[in-house]
């Protein structure tokens, strides 16, 4: 199977967890591409009421045009599950996202939901993190300043560009810097840095917080929990 087809195979799996009258959190990137259309499918052909959040812009354009209700993260009492995709997931079910520059509301989403479900292929799944470069949303004025500091601290940084050449922007108009770290030995520690760097917004380690992986596997999708 190709990757876009373990991607929607997880979709179309993920959907199986959403109940009537659910507050859904909907992450960001092609996966979850695959896993909102199988929901409005859902919403279309069996009438269920589905409220979902969405992580970005994009995510909240496509499941308007699907008739899923949207709702703000501020519109809702509470989200009952939010299925997301992810960059690297390791054996411990730590996560490096935001390969979407959509870190920062997947985390705001993620942490305000009672079940946290991410759905990958399976060339994500790794031992340690660390291959995939690690984002930070970061505010622009000053970013330059932050740039030095960080390739100081030997994290390798790299600021994210559209073809173009312009600095790629996130929905709330900050930069992403992404870090080459390398193997990850400590994420926690690395984590609690930097968070503490001023201009960092948010970093795209997420720790600690996920219930439900599926992996997209050629002889099935995989539930781990
Ligand atoms: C966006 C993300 C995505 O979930 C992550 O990049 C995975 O994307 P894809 O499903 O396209 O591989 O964190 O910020």
Not at 44 to 56: D, H, L, M, Q, W
Not at 62 to 85: N, P
Not at 113 to 136: A, C, N, R, T, Y
């Amino acid at each position: 199977m190709t990757q876009d087809e373990l991607k929607e195979l997880v979709g179309k799996e993920a959907v199986k967890f959403i109940d009537d009258g659910m507050v859904v959190g909907l992450g960001t990137g092609s996966t979850v591409k695959f896993m909102v259309d199988a929901l409005g499918e859902r919403v279309k052909n069996e009438g269920i009421k589905i409220t979902g959040v969405p992580t970005s812009d994009r995510t909240a354009k496509q499941a308007r045009s699907l008739g899923i209700t949207v709702k703000g993260v501020d519109e809702v009492d509470h989200i009952d599950l939010t299925i997301d995709g992810a960059d690297e997931i390791s054996s411990d079910f730590q996560g490096i996202k935001g390969g979407g520059a959509a870190h920062l509301f997947e985390k705001i989403v993620a942490i305000n939901s009672s079940k946290v479900m991410w759905i990958v292929d399976e060339s994500k799944m790794v031992d340690s993190l660390g291959k995939f470069p690690l984002p930070l949303e970061v505010i622009p004025y000053g970013s330059g300043q932050l740039f030095k500091k960080l390739e100081a601290k030997g994290l390798h940084p790299e600021f994210r560009m559209t073809k173009d050449g312009n600095n790629v922007l996130t929905d709330s108009k900050n930069y992403v810097i992404d870090l080459h770290t390398g193997k990850i030995d400590n994420p926690h520690e690395l984590a609690d840095y930097l968070i503490q760097q001023v201009g960092v917004v948010e970093q795209g380690l997420f720790l600690d917080m996920v219930n439900t992986v599926i992996v997209g596997r050629s002889n099935g999708p995989e539930v781990l929990q």
